[in-house]
């Protein structure tokens, strides 16, 4: 009952800052004096903005995965999707990733920089780790069936 009252109210967070979202991003743009439509990705760490800075919601009011159950997670996904494509932001994943990788992707990813662009809208992978390396793959048949494929290909060269 708690953490479905404290999920209630950062969704409400979540609902306001996409309330702001036009004018946070204008005047990130504004004050970063972005006149290009392409920026270098050296140019990423001078110009760039954590999301959680953007968003002005900060990584640590997400709840680990293991704390929600699969309707909170849900609930979470759709309110952080919103809130992306609020800010120009297009989130992509690949089409086998589970809620569970959803969700712990838009988390982490509060913690990377992006460029926001005013009246554009970027495209932004949340999947791109390898699969052997992906931290998530007890959850995310993806990796697993990556693993297989690459495992299978490794043991018969």
């Known amino acids: ?22 004018e946070r991003v204008d005047r990130f743009v504004n004050f970063n004096d972005l006149d290009s439509e392409f920026v270098c990705d050296d140019d990423i760490d001078s110009l760039g ?9 900060d990584k640590m009011f997400f709840p680990e995965r293991k704390l929600l159950n699969a309707e909170q997670i849900s609930l979470l996904i759709n ?8 800010y ?6 690949p089409p086998t990733a589970t809620d569970e990788v959803k969700y712990c992707q838009f988390r982490d990813h509060l913690d990377h920089e ?9 495209d932004v992978e949340l999947c791109d780790y390898l699969p052997h390396h992906c931290p998530f793959f007890e959850w995310c048949p993806l990796a697993k069936e990556q ?3 690459t495992s299978k290909y490794i043991v018969s060269q």
């Open 1 to 22: 009952m708690i953490m479905t009252r404290y999920i209630e109210q950062l969704i409400e967070d979540i609902n306001r800052s996409e309330t702001f979202a036009g």
């Open 49 to 57: 903005i954590k999301l959680s800075e953007l968003f002005q919601i």
């Open 79 to 86: 309110a952080m999707e919103s809130l992306w494509r609020a």
């Open 88 to 93: 120009g932001l297009n989130p992509v994943f």
């Open 114 to 122: 992006v460029i926001p662009v005013s009246g554009k809208i970027m």
């Open 147 to 149: 693993n297989e494929c």
